[in-house]
């Protein structure tokens, strides 16, 4: 295997800044819940690892995982990287926010799609790896893990690796149980478990700061059948509680009302008091 150089860890941390300063504001009721900064860092160096060279799906991105891989790599931080990154997310915020940051910065290989998990997948087999930071299922017991999982899985046809970050935290019950029945679920569609690293992040989450999630990474059996087509989830069953309890699924896209630098204070946020004789304008 070719020597990988060392990283200039100022430029990266620099770079995923740059990446920050371009994430839309998180919406709590649908469990937006941003990745902390310094987690983020290490976690685009060791996805861009592991999807080097290969086509990689996003299924939902607000922590704007894809974006920071791609810039490591545009900007020569990282000499290794996915070949093509594309990410399916229904809040056409992040999908807008990803477009302007790819197009600014030239970065052919990136690119979004607006699209709901509920929906039948768009791009059956395109991809040779799926990443997913979901909804973590602490109501349903996973089931809304599940719903990205499955996606992702059609994503590669059914012959390929994925990466899930969930909750993982020993002392809770429920990530433990939902951890399992992720595990489950990838064993009873073909898929097995080739590493857990745990307690890798931490999240902005005001109600359980210390709340980590680990990487869960699967890869297919050999010789799986690859899906032929793929179908709309309207399972009452997989759809209860899937932002958390009594949150189940109502909206089918986030739009963008307006186009807002996110990096710049709103006007709507402030105003100005003068100094006397002074205008307001
Ligand atoms: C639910 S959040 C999970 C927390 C994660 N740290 C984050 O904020 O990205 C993951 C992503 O899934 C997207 N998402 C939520 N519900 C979706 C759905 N029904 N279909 C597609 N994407 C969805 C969100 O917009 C977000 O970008």
Known sequence: MAERKDIDLRAAINAISDVVQNRPRPLREMDQIYM????????????????????????GDGDAISICVAYLQHRGILDYGPSEIKVFDFDERICRAIERFADKERMETLSSQLYNCLDAFPALGEFDCFYTNPPWGASNDGASVHVFVERG?????????????????HELEWPQQVLASTQRFALERGFFIQKMASKMHLY?????????????????LPGLDAPSS??????????????????????????????????????????????EGESNV
């Open 36 to 59: 902390k900064t310094g987690d983020m860092v290490l976690q685009s160096e060791m996805v861009a690892k592991w999807a080097d060279k290969k086509r990689l799906a996003f299924i």
């Open 153 to 169: 899985m059609e994503a590669v046809g059914n012959s390929g690796e994925g990466m899930i970050v969930i909750a993982d935290d």
């Open 204 to 220: 902005h989450l005001d109600d359980a700061p210390d709340l980590r999630s680990c990487n869960l990474m699967l890869k297919s």
């Open 230 to 275: 793929s179908h709309p989830i309207t399972d009452p069953d997989r759809l209860e509680h899937f932002y958390g309890k009594d949150k189940h699924i109502r909206i089918r896209y986030v739009r963008e009302k307006k186009r807002v630098d996110y990096g710049q204070a709103h006007d709507d946020e402030y105003h100005y008091e003068v100094f």
